[in-house]
C-alpha cells in the first residue's frame, strides 16, 4: 500500500513488482518527487521489507520476513 500510496500509480493485478506498474514513468518520478519532498532517508529497513514484497509478490509473515532477511549474503 504504501508504494501504491507513493507513486500513485496502480498495478495491472499480474503481481506486485516493477512490471506490474501501470505506469512505469509516472510512478518513478512520483516516487522521486516524495523522497525528496518528504526529505526520507529511505532507510535499509525500509528498502529491505519493500525489496522483499517485491521478490516475493507480497509481504510474508513476520516469521518469513525475518529468515529472508536472517539468510542474505553480502557480494
Sequence with gaps: MAV?????????????????????KTAKLNWINYVIDNECSLTPFYDGLAWIAMKEGKLPNLDKCKNIIKNLSII
Design 4 to 24: 501504491k500510496y507513493i507513486t500513485k500509480v496502480n498495478y495491472n493485478g499480474n503481481g506486485f513488482n516493477e512490471d506490474s506498474l501501470t505506469d512505469k
